[in-house]
């Protein structure tokens, strides 16, 4: 099983801030990467797929980058909407997910 | 706008089986164009894709979960369902439904979880 590793398990930044969250795989997965929002109570929200390609109607300050077994999910601006727990997950053997960021209000 | 909800027993026994549908609306089960999933995520902890299904009935599962699981499909109640048996513990968590996309675009591959259900909390416990 390949083992999605994130970090930081949390990070704190300020409204306007840019974040930078990372996401590492145990072995390459190429760029079948994918990044999803998760928001209390709520279900996740696809963000990002092949490692930097935005969903529909994902705001542009979401971008994703990397390939192989390093990636990185940055938003560049954080809105106060943006505060919520970010997952990868990979698809290229398999599906495994990661076990999440918080990105909490400094 | 497509849209998925849970339903089932919140509460299962210790070695019984687990059963979820998972109804679908505005837009077809059997259109052939997607997988249909099933993901859960216990508390406090990230997410474990379960198994997929086609319209058609062809399945997959996640290896982890040793054969306990079953997925299967409703065409005329545009419905799918989950099973899984032996429940413990380790089981309780939120089960989300959700519709798999499996393609290439533009040569970018996508193997993703596009619309997902609200989600619908199992706990298991005698």
């Known amino acids: 099983e390949i083992v999605m590793t994130q970090s930081p398990a949390t990070l704190s930044v300020s409204p306007g801030e840019r974040a930078t969250l990372s996401c590492r795989a145990s072995?390459?997965?190429?760029?079948?990467l994918a990044w999803y929002q998760q928001k209390p109570g709520q279900a996740p929200r696809l963000l990002i797929y092949?490692?930097?390609t935005r969903a529909t109607g994902i705001p542009a300050r979401f971008s994703g980058s990397g390939s192989g077994t390093e990636f990185t999910l940055t938003i560049s601006s954080l809105q106060s909407e943006d505060f919520a727990v970010y997952y990868c997950q990979q698809y290229n053997t398999w599906r495994t997910f990661g076990l999440g960021t918080k990105v909490e209000i400094k | 706008q497509l849209q998925l909800q849970e339903s089932g027993p919140g509460l299962v026994r210790p070695s019984e089986t687990l059963s979820l549908n998972c109804s679908v609306s505005g837009g077809s089960i059997s259109s052939g164009l997607y997988y249909w999933a099933w993901i859960r995520q216990p508390p406090g902890k990230g997410l474990e894709w379960i198994g997929s299904t086609f319209y058609s009935g062809s399945t997959y599962y996640n290896p982890s979960l040793k054969s306990r699981a079953t997925i299967s499909v409703d065409k005329s109640k545009n419905r799918f369902s989950l099973r899984l048996n032996s429940v413990t513990a380790a089981d309780t968590a939120v089960y989300y439904c959700?519709?798999?996309?499996?393609?290439?675009?533009?040569?970018?591959?996508?193997?993703?979880?596009?619309?997902w259900g609200q989600g619908t909390q199992v706990t298991v416990s005698s």
């Open positions: 959700s519709r798999h996309t499996s393609s290439m675009v533009q040569g970018v591959i996508m193997d993703i979880f596009d619309y």
């Open positions: 092949g490692a930097s």
């Open positions: 072995q390459s997965v190429s760029s079948n």
